[in-house]
T-cell receptor, first 114, second 115 residues
Framework: NAGVTQTPKFQVLKTGQSMTLQCAQD?????MYWYRQDPGMGLRLIYY???????DKGEVPNGYNVSRLNKREFSLRLESAAPSQTSVYFC?????????????FGPGTRLTVL | AQTVTQSQPEMSVQEAETVTLSCTYD???????LFWYKQPPSRQMILVIR??????QNATENRFSVNFQKAAKSFSLKISDSQLGDTAMYFC????????????FGQGTILTVHP
C-alpha cells in the first residue's frame, strides 16, 4: 500500500500561472482533505470532500478550487497563483474503518510562487 | 469556532529523559476528539496518539501518553525515555464530534532531543 501520494513534491510558479496538485489514496477511504502549512500557523484546512461527489470549503478556500475525480483522487487547483499561496500543501484521507477522526497524510508539496 | 493553542514554540530534552508538551483548546462542545501529530524533518505527518473526549482514561501509546483535563481544556503530551528519533515538530489537533473530519491544528512545538 502506498497510502496517500501527492505530486509534484516541489513546484515553482510565477505570479498568475495556474497549476493542479494531485492527490491519490489507495486505502478505500471516503473522505479526503487539502491543507496548507505556513510557518508559525500549523495546518489549515482549504477544502475537503466527505465522500465521492461532494466537496466543501474549509477555513482558507479563497484562491483554490478542488475536484473529487473519483473515490481515490482529489485534486487542488490554483487558477492564478499569488505569492501568498507559497506554502507546503498536504493531502489527507480518512475512512469509516479508521479510528474516528484519524487522518492519514501524504508527503506534502512545497510550492513557491514568485 | 474552535481554537487550539500550543504555547511552547520550542522545547529541548536530553536523550532518555521525559518531556511534556502543552496544548490547550477552546470549545463549547462536549463530544470531540484530540490528536497529537509528529512532523519530523522529512515533513511527513505521523499520528502519535488520539483521545476521545468522552473517555476519562488517558490514552497511551508505548512511550507516549497524554494528560487530558477536560474541564481545564488541556491536552498535554508526555514523551518518556526520549530518543533522538523523537526530534520533530509536534502538532496538537482538535476535531468536533459534529464536524466530522475537520481538524483544527495548533501552531506546533519544535522538540529537539539532545544526545
Amino acid at each position: 500500500n502506498a497510502g496517500v501520494t501527492q505530486t509534484p513534491k516541489f513546484q515553482v510558479l510565477k505570479t498568475g500561472q495556474s497549476m493542479t496538485l494531485q492527490c491519490a489514496q489507495d486505502m478505500n477511504h471516503n473522505s479526503m482533505y487539502w491543507y496548507r502549512q505556513d510557518p508559525g500557523m500549523g495546518l489549515r484546512l482549504i477544502y475537503y470532500s466527505a465522500s465521492e461527489g461532494t466537496t466543501d470549503k474549509g477555513e482558507v478556500p479563497n484562491g483554490y478550487n478542488v475536484s473529487r475525480l473519483n473515490k481515490r483522487e482529489f485534486s487542488l487547483r490554483l487558477e492564478s497563483a499569488a505569492p501568498s499561496q507559497t506554502s507546503v500543501y498536504f493531502c489527507a484521507s480518512s475512512g469509516w474503518d479508521s479510528p474516528r477522526g484519524t487522518q492519514y497524510f501524504g508527503p506534502g508539496t512545497r510550492l513557491t510562487v514568485l | 469556532a474552535q481554537t487550539v493553542t500550543q504555547s511552547q514554540p520550542e522545547m529541548s530534552v536530553q536523550e532518555a529523559e521525559t518531556v511534556t508538551l502543552s496544548c490547550t483548546y477552546d470549545t463549547s462542545e462536549n463530544n470531540y476528539y484530540l490528536f497529537w501529530y509528529k512532523q519530523p524533518p522529512s515533513r511527513q505527518m505521523i499520528l502519535v496518539i488520539r483521545q476521545e473526549a468522552y473517555k476519562q482514561q488517558n490514552a497511551t501509546e508505548n512511550r507516549f501518553s497524554v494528560n487530558f483535563q477536560k474541564a481545564a481544556k488541556s491536552f498535554s503530551l508526555k514523551i518518556s525515555d526520549s530518543q533522538l528519533g523523537d526530534t520533530a515538530m509536534y502538532f496538537c489537533a482538535f476535531m468536533s464530534g459534529t464536524s466530522y473530519g475537520k481538524l483544527t491544528f495548533g501552531q506546533g512545538t519544535i522538540l529537539t532531543v539532545h544526545p
